[in-house]
């Protein structure tokens, strides 16, 4: 097959599955368009929304869309790193222990409400969700592929919550929100059949294997040594910018190149332009960088993406 016939395939899949999650997830196209990109380049998506806004429906959409398996984890302070990741139960019958595996060990995962568990079992999360694997009693164990984590918490309601650390934060590829519906969007949800029934009868746009292709050349999209500097600009920029205590870090550089280039694919092109840095660049690097508190108080979610917003401006794109 010639390239051209390649990246012809490779859109009309990627059209295919947006379109397929579009048509179950509502009135949200750029959020659907973030989570596919994220899910193409091998990443973790955070949504820091409230209750009712169908995040849990996203995350089973795109679990059907790409025929895979899905979890939903509803996270508690009493929740124990066992009742994720799972446990080694003695058989008596074989006198030996055997692994019993948790819900980290699907494709997708909903990690609902993250901050309302213990640092201890959110750091349970850091393994699987960086290196797709699980320790257990000194024997790993791997995850399938494609993973992807999907956390959600409440930016509202703080009472019992425990905060996710820089480390924890670090490992999801993007923070996005998902906002009300338009009042067009919401007579159109009000309108339509129930959506279980909908979803039930949604036909699966993509094989496994063939999301695990599509990562592959997301891996693979161009990236000229100026967008390169580009990226490095903003960065720098993020360190001296009088907004923020702590700017982004070399990793977290590393993850805005890895966006650009999932991004780009979504859009058709296995190169990157600048466009596809900013496109990525709020959601990818807001919830990485530390506000200075004594300018903002309490930072919020809107404070850290106007400042990134700012920093963007300020850096000259090629």
């Known amino acids: 097959m010639s390239s051209s016939k390649t990246e012809t395939s490779s859109v009309a899949a990627i059209q295919n599955l947006t379109d397929t999650i579009n048509r179950v997830f509502v009135g949200k196209p750029q959020v659907v368009r973030l989570t596919v990109t994220t899910l193409l380049a091998r990443g973790h998506l955070l949504i820091e929304d409230v209750p009712g806004i169908g995040k849990t429906l996203l995350g089973v959409t795109l679990a059907h869309a790409i025929e895979a398996s899905f979890r939903r984890i509803q996270f508690t302070n009493d929740l124990l790193p066992s009742d994720i990741l799972g446990l080694s139960v003695f058989n008596q019958r074989d006198t030996q222990f055997e692994f019993k595996p948790g819900p980290i060990f699907s494709h997708v995962v909903l990690a609902d409400e993250i901050n309302r568990s213990t640092p201890k079992t959110q750091s349970a999360l850091l393994e699987a969700m960086n290196d797709l694997q699980v320790t257990i009693d000194g024997k790993t164990h791997a995850l399938p592929e494609p993973f992807l984590v999907i956390a959600t918490q409440n930016p509202v309601e703080y009472h019992g919550t425990f905060p996710l650390p820089e480390a924890q934060l670090d490992r999801f590829l993007m923070r996005v929100q998902i906002g009300y519906p338009s009042p067009e969007e919401a007579k159109r949800i009000l309108r339509e059949k129930d959506l279980s029934t909908e979803l039930k009868g949604l036909a699966p746009a993509l094989k496994k294997d063939e999301v695990l292709a599509l990562q592959q050349k997301a891996d693979e999209a161009r990236v000229d040594e100026a967008l390169l500097d580009y990226i490095v600009k903003i960065a720098e920029a993020t360190r001296i910018h009088k907004s923020f205590k702590l700017g982004l870090s070399p990793r977290g550089a590393l993850a805005l190149a890895r966006a650009a280039r999932a991004y780009a694919l979504v859009d058709g092109r296995d190169y990157c332009v600048p466009d596809d840095i900013k ?18 108080g309490v930072a919020r979610i ?9 920093v963007l401006k300020s850096v000259a794109a090629p």
């Open 302 to 310: 809107a404070e850290a993406e106007e400042a990134v917003a700012a």
């Open 279 to 296: 496109a990525v660049a709020v959601p990818v690097i807001a919830h990485r960088v530390v506000l200075d508190t004594s300018l903002y």
